[in-house]
């Protein structure tokens, strides 16, 4: 199992950026996909954005491509969403996960606990 703690969520105007971070302990962080998710209340939870084990592979929802950038650093167990341009309808609490690659719920074991993302008007 793989302990996720994020951090770096916060309440930012629109037009503003952000850098989400989760560090990682337990079983090997290296050998895992890595992704971020994010919960709007009322809503689904929903696929953000994905990096392969090297970091070689991402993907992105589409309602956040060229905004967002997802990276990794696994000498320091740790993967990043770095946001820009926020819009209002990116509010939701954003979830890191461990697993593997892809864009389902299902693909992945671990959770974190989140963190709230607040974009203002």
């Known amino acids: 199992q793989v302990q996720l703690v994020e951090s770096g969520g916060g309440l930012v105007q629109a037009g503003g950026s952000l850098r989400l971070s989760c560090v990682a302990s337990?079983?090997?962080?290296?050998?895992?996909?890595m992704a971020w998710f994010r919960q709007a209340p009322g809503k689904e939870r929903e696929f953000v954005a994905v990096i392969s084990w090297s970091g070689a592979v991402t993907r992105y929802a589409d309602s956040v491509k060229g905004r967002f950038t997802i990276s990794r650093d696994n000498a320091k167990n740790t993967v990043y969403l770095q946001m820009i341009s926020l819009k209002p309808e990116d509010t939701a609490v954003y979830y890191c996960?461990?697993?593997?690659?892809?864009?389902?719920?299902?693909?992945?074991?671990?959770w974190g606990q989140g963190t709230q993302v607040t974009v203002s008007s």
């Open positions: 996960a461990a697993g593997r690659f892809g864009s389902l719920l299902s693909s992945f074991d671990d």
């Open positions: 337990g079983r090997t962080f290296s050998t895992n996909a």
